[in-house]
């Protein structure tokens, strides 16, 4: 069973800055990429981020220059760095893992629970 949870939402005010934290455990072979994405009220899920195993990284235009992705590969855990927050980046943040329980297995998508960001002053 694998589990990932999120870490390090809260409340910050605009351009203020927040660090996320998902780390994944569980029976883990390996894993592909990580990301982060994220839902608002009334809206669909959105990609924010994602990260390779090899460290290539991809960011939706509404972050680019503000974000920061990063993952520590001994840790299974992916990080975002959040600056010059603004009250759109509201919304419920997932962490997401594509891997592998075992060697000869299949690659699949996991989730977390969701971690609230609220830019409010």
């Known amino acids: 069973q694998v589990q990932l949870v999120e870490s390090g939402g809260g409340l910050v005010q605009p351009g203020g800055s927040l660090r996320l934290s998902c780390a994944a455990s569980?029976?883990?072979?390996?894993?592909?990429?990580m990301g982060w994405y994220r839902q608002a009220p009334g809206k669909q899920r959105e990609l924010v981020a994602t990260?390779?195993?090899?460290?290539?990284?991809n960011y939706a235009d509404s972050v680019k220059g503000r974000f920061t992705i990063s993952r520590d590969n001994a840790k299974n855990t992916v990080y975002l760095q959040m600056n010059s927050l603004k009250p759109e980046d509201t919304a419920v943040y997932y962490c997401?893992?594509?891997?592998?329980?075992?060697?000869?297995?299949?690659?699949?998508?996991?989730w977390g629970q969701g971690t609230q960001v609220t830019v409010s002053s």
């Open positions: 997401n893992a594509f891997l592998s329980t075992t060697r000869w297995g299949p690659r699949l998508n996991y």
């Open positions: 569980g029976s883990i072979f390996s894993i592909n990429h």
């Open positions: 990260i390779t195993s090899g460290d290539s990284t």
